[in-house]
């Protein structure tokens, strides 16, 4: 009886993943590990762990992360950071965040009426989770990498799902680095202790605040971000903001 139920179990297991590879077949959105494969260079950070990179081709010759920071796959969530803040944690509020609170504020601030004024927009190395975790030729990328990626003239982008998750595939279309591709989850936000948005929207930090072309000023208490959504008509793909003290995963670049 015992043996027979071990082979039924067996048989069971073996089923279920034959059914999980045909929706997986079915689904026009799937894509596999082999798709996010080419192009991949390994880099050693301080830490001495060793970091996935790929070659996209890209003019400013930077090499980004295949992982998000404290992921190990691409389609991984990773750790969540406030801007500015090096190190991961769980509850996100102004009351708990580095620089102080929104009307409190005691670095990056360009209003007096918000902190402490000393006109730095750009986060500096020591502040940056990148730098400080991985190593100095790493950083979290700037408004300009992210406009950079999203170009039409260096990378083809649609929407897919690696083992399930979510998120965009931009593939280089750059001559010679062809068919290299990164994948980004939609890994949403954390707000307080709660995890919003995740599948819906991928929120990403840049290294700068953020600016209001309209009043010509710098946002003391926003930062810039990477915003991916995917409607069922439509994907939006730009450069927007976040407030600061939120949650956000890091997808970093390696400067060479």
Not at 29 to 37: C, G, H, T
């Amino acid at each position: 009886m015992k043996k027979y139920l071990l082979t039924l179990s067996a048989a069971f297991v073996a089923l279920s993943a034959f059914f999980l590879t045909s929706c997986e077949k079915e689904d026009p959105d799937f894509i596999s590990m082999s798709d996010v494969e080419k192009g991949i260079q390994i880099i050693k950070g301080k830490d001495n762990k060793e970091y996935k990179v790929v070659n996209l081709g890209l003019p400013s010759g930077n090499l980004w992360a295949v992982c998000n920071i404290g992921a190990s796959n691409p389609e991984e969530t990773g750790s969540f950071f406030a801007w500015g803040e090096t190190a991961p944690k769980n509850s996100f509020t102004w009351e708990n965040y580095k620089w102080g609170e929104r009307l409190d504020l005691t670095k990056y601030c360009f209003d007096e009426e918000k902190g402490d004024v000393d006109n730095k927009f750009v986060l500096e190395m020591s502040d940056d989770a990148a730098s400080y975790i991985m190593g100095e030729d790493w950083q979290i990328p700037t408004k300009d990498d992210f406009t950079e990626l999203l170009s039409s003239r260096n990378c083809e982008k649609k929407w897919c799902k690696l083992n399930g998750v979510g998120g965009f595939l931009f593939t280089s279309i750059k001559k010679g680095y062809e068919g290299n591709s990164l994948f980004i989850p939609l890994a949403g936000m954390k707000d307080y202790e709660k995890l919003r948005f995740q599948e819906q929207y991928g929120y990403y930090w840049c290294n700068e605040l953020y600016y209001d072309d309209i009043n010509k000023k710098y946002i003391s208490t926003d930062a810039c971000a990477l915003w991916l959504e995917h409607l069922e008509d439509v994907d939006n793909k730009l450069v927007d903001f976040r407030t600061r003290y939120l949650g956000l995963p890091i997808r970093p670049i390696y400067v060479e």
